[in-house]
C-alpha cells in the first residue's frame, strides 16, 4: 500500500505535475502585461458563459507525492458536454477507472462503468451549484470546473496576488496566449486560444503546500460549440443491469494499492 499526501489545490479542481526542463525565467517589458493577462482571461470567460452548449475531449494528469517524496503522475482522458443552464455530462477513462457522471437539472449520476455501478441523489439546480456540490459536498470536481460556470472570471482571480503575460504558445497545434497566475496557496498558468474562440486549451494547477508541488494538468482538444442535444444525452438509462450503491460508498480516484495520508 503506497500511502499519499492529502493535496490540498484550493477550490480549483483536483491536484497534479511534470516539469520538463526547469530555468529561472523572469517576464518583464512586453510579456509582463498584466492588463492583457486580465483582458484575455476576462473575454475568455464572457465567451464560455454565452455558449449555450459546449463540448470538448480532454486528456489530464493527476499527480500525487509519496510520503518517500516521489511524484507519480495519473493520467486519464475523457468527454464534456454541457448544454446550459443545467444539463452536463462527463467521462473520464484511466488506467483504473471508467466513470460516467450525468446531470439532467434535478438529478445527479455517477455510474463506474470498470466496476458496473452507480450511485443517484437529487441536486436540483443549475450547473454552477452542481460544481459546487460536487466540489464541496461529494470531493468530486468535474474536469475543467473553472470553465464550465457562469462567472468563470471572478472564480478564477479569487485570491489571486500576482499575474504575468507569458507570450505566444502553441498547444495541439493551436497557437495560444499564455498567462501565469499566484495565489497564496496555488500557481496556476494558462494556455487561451487566439481568435474569435478564445477557449481554455491548456491549464496548469501547481499547489505550494504541498512538497514538490504536484501539478495537475487538463489539455483540451476538439472544441465545438452549439449543436443539438436532447434530455436523454444527460439521462442515465441502467443499460446493463448496474449495481446500485449509496453516495457514501463512492471511494478515492485512486489505484487500490494507494491511500490517502492523514495530512
Known sequence: MIDVRNLNFRRFALTSVAMLGIAALSPSGAY?????AKESLKKMSDYLASQQVISFDYDSNLEVVTKE?????????????????DKLR???????????MMFDGKMLTLSGKNKNLYTQVEEPGSIDRLVDELRYKYGRPLPGADF????SYEELMSDVTDV?????GVVGGVECNTFAFRTEKVDWQIWIAQGEQPYP???????????????????VRNWQTGGAVSDA??????STNATKIEPGEL??????NFKMGEK
Do not use: H, M, W
Open 32 to 36: 509582463a502585461d498584466e492588463a492583457f
Open 69 to 85: 517524496d516521489q511524484r507519480i503522475g495519473f493520467s486519464s482522458s475523457g468527454t464534456v458536454i454541457l448544454s446550459r443552464p
Open 90 to 100: 462527463a467521462t473520464r477513462v484511466g488506467g483504473f477507472v471508467d466513470v460516467e
Open 148 to 151: 464550465l460556470i457562469s462567472n
Open 164 to 168: 504575468k503575460d507569458i507570450g505566444s
Open 201 to 219: 486549451c491548456r491549464y496548469v494547477i501547481s499547489t505550494k503546500d504541498v512538497k514538490l508541488s504536484p501539478q495537475y494538468v487538463i489539455q
Open 233 to 238: 444525452d444527460f439521462t442515465f438509462s441502467n
Open 251 to 256: 471511494r478515492e480516484n485512486l489505484p487500490d
